[in-house]
C-alpha cells in the first residue's frame, strides 16, 4: 500500500521505516530540510538500536522515501499517518499546534479518499477535531476518515517493539477505515484490539500514567526501605511474583523522564481537570517524581556538604539506556543544580554527549571515555544504567584517595561492593560504608 508519514521523529521515522519493512511503499515527510537531507542519504538522525541497518535496506528496494513537499508524499496516497511532536504546554497540556498544521496540510494536498492515521499522542476529542478541521479546509471533493491509532513503543527498542508488540490499539468509528488500517498491520503479527475513537486516545494516556504511578510508587517504596534498613530490590522481586502485580516497572531509581512520561501525565491532569475532575493520585505520582530526581543530590551533599570546587563525575546523560533522547533526562536537574553548587561537573555518555552539549550548562565539561571521567573525581553519580556502566572494571577507583559511588540505577550488587574498597550508595538499598580514614564526612 502507498502510505505518507508525517514527521520523522522516534515515533515517525521508525514507523516509516517498520512499515516499509513490511512490504509497503512508505514517503516520509518532514518541515525540516536538514533531516531530510541527511534520510536521504541513509543517515538516520536519531540512535535506536537496528533503525539505520533497516532504514539503509528499505532506501535501496526503493520502499523507502523522504521529501519536505507534502503534495509530493501525498499524491496517490491511501493513508497518512500523522507523527508529529505534542510537546507540553507551560500549564501542562498537550501542545497541538503541530498536529492541527498537519490536518491542514492534508487538507490541502490530498485529491483521493484518504485515510489518516494518528500516532501522535492527542488528548481526548482531538480526531475529531482534526476531523473537523480537515472536512473545513479539504480544497477537493474527496472522502477523509480519521482513526486513532496511539503508539506504545519503547525509545531503545523501538524497533524491535515495532514487530513484537503488545498490541496494537485502533480507534475508529468507520468500520471500513478500520479494516485497512488492520490489514496494512497484519504482517506484524501483533494482536489489534478495535475500539471507539475517544478510548483509543485515553488508553494511551492512561497506560502511560500507570507505568509513571508504578514508578513512583516503587521509588517511595524504596525511601521508606532506606529509612527502615530493608532492601527495596528484595522487595520488589518479591512483590513482582504475584502475578497480579506483575515483575516489570518495580525498579526503583532516580525517576522516569524521557519525551513521554513526564508530559503525558502532566497532559492527563489537564485533560481531567477540563473536565472538573481532580485527579489527585497522579498528582502525587508527578511530585514523587519530581522530589526523586533529586535524592543523589541530597546524598551526595550529606557526604560532602561543600561541593564548591568539587570534582564530581556523571556516568550516563541519557534518560534511559540505548537512546541519544536528552527530554527530561535526570542529567539536566542533576548537572544543572552541581553547577549551581559551585562544582566541577565532568560527564560521560556513550551516546547522548552530542545531544546533551546543545542542553545542559556550557560548564559542564564532557569526557571520552568512563576512566577519564572519573579520573581524579571526588564523587562518581551514576544517572543512566547502560551496560557499559554496569560493567566498569571497578579496579579503575581503586588509584583514588577516596572512591565514592553513588547509583542513581543501582548497577551493582551491594556484596560485591562490600569487598571493593568505594563507599556505594544506591536507592533503596544500604549503603556500603568505607573504612578509609579519609571519608569526607
Ligand atoms: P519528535 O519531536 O522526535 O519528532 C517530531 C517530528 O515532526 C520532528 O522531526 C518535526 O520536525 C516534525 N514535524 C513537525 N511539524 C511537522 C509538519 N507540519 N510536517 C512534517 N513534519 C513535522 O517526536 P516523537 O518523539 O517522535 O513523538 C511524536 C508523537 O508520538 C508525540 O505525540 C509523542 O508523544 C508520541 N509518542 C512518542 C514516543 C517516544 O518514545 N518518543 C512513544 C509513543 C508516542
Redesign the pocket.
Known sequence: MKIAV???????LVTGVSLSEIGHNVTC????LA?VNKMKKGVSPIYEPGLSELMLSNIEQKRLFFTTDHKEAFKDTEVIYI????PENANGSANLK?VE??AI?IASNVYRDTVVVT????PVGTNHNIQRIIEKNLINKVKVDVISNP?????GSAIYDSFNGDRIVIGSENDEAADKLEEINKPFGVPVYRTDIKSAEMIKYASNAFLATKISFINEISNICELLGANVEEVAIGMGLDQRIGNQFLKAGIGYG???FP??TKALIQIAGNVDYDFQLLKGVVNVNRKQQKILLNKLEERIPSLKGKKIAILGLAFKPNTDDMREAASIVISKELIKSGARVIAYDPISMENAKSILDEKVEYASSIEDAIAESDATLILTEWDEIKHIDLDLFKSMEYPLIIDGRNCFDINKMKNSGIEYHSVGRPSVVSTNEKAYV
Open positions: 508525517v514527521g520523522t521523529g522516534y515515533v515517525g515527510i518532514d518541515i525540516d533531516k507523527a508529529v511532536g505534542t503541530y498544521q498537519v496540510d500516532k501522535s499522542t492527542v503508539e506504545f513503543l519503547k525509545e524521557g519525551s513521554c508530559k503525558d
